[in-house]
């Protein structure tokens, strides 16, 4: 069983929550597959890659990208965060050993991954790191399956997960995505079938539900968990970070 998780956005009390839990579902970091996004916006960027480090696999989302690159086509309070985030984690020839090796795991972070019938995306197989897959891309007023969506799933076999737009839920062919609540927190796969499941966000979850959310994945069914954490602790570490818009803060209050 696997506990496939994303967008961490470096919020350590959110992460620790999630990795309770999952262990007390007889897993261990081993266990973990995470769609990227460990940094951005939160006040825990170094502890945050640190743990992921231990992972099974790890993916480079857009924001880990930007950290190490460019802070491309981002709006000004992200760009912020990221851009505090660097001069965090960015090592100078005095760095620490420990500081050179984090950075040297957020570079050599790869796009996506596929294990078994499964593939790994932050955003989606088109364009691993950017594109987003949201839900109002499954609409269509005619209840044609839109062509965004037929072009995303020719481009994988049979499963692909997603994190991203921090909006947790399954996708089928005929393009209706379905939220965890109706699904009831729990889906199984139809073998020969073919979907997209978003994991949503651990540090920042934008469904209108603040608790971090993941997934578990034994090979047949995809069960959604929801973990409470104490999202006011990691709003006031951002409120005492000048760098870091209080926005940020406040929105994990209300999983917006
Ligand atoms: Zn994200």
Redesign the pocket.
């Known amino acids: 069983m696997w506990a496939i998780i994303s ?1 961490l ?1 470096a919020n350590l009390e959110a992460l620790e929550g999630a990795i309770k839990d999952i262990k007390a579902q007889g897993l261990s970091t081993k266990d973990i597959v995470c769609l990227g ?1 460990l940094v ?1 916006y939160g006040p825990n960027p170094a502890e945050c890659v640190d743990i992921a480090r231990d992972f099974f696999i790890c993916l480079k ?1 857009n ?1 880990d990208e930007a950290v190490v690159n460019e802070a491309l086509g981002f709006n000004p309070l992200a760009r912020e965060a990221v851009d505090w985030h660097r001069s965090q984690l960015k090592p100078y020839w005095l760095s620490s050993k420990g500081k050179k090796i984090r950075w040297d795991f957020l570079k050599s972070l790869p796009a996506t991954r596929t294990e078994q019938n499964c593939m790994f995306v932050h955003g989606s197989p088109r364009d691993p790191t950017m594109e987003y897959i949201l839900r109002t891309d499954c609409e269509d007023l005619l209840g044609e399956v839109p062509v965004k969506i037929k072009e995303i799933f020719s481009k994988f076999d049979a499963l692909c997960f997603v ?2 737009t ?1 909006d947790p839920g399954v996708i089928g062919e005929n393009s209706r995505f379905m939220t965890p609540r109706d699904l009831n927190g729990e889906f199984e796969i139809v073998p020969g079938k073919k979907f997209i499941i978003n994991v949503g ?1 651990v540090g ?1 979850p934008r469904d209108g539900d603040n608790r971090a959310c993941y997934v578990l994945f034994d090979g047949k069914t995809v069960k959604f968990r929801r973990i409470e954490y104490d999202p006011g602790s990691t709003r006031q570490k951002i409120l005492g970070i000048p760098e870091l818009d209080p926005r940020i803060g406040d929105r994990l209050l209300y999983g917006r």
């Open positions: 967008d956005h996004d951005g989302g924001h994190g991203h921090h966000s920042q």
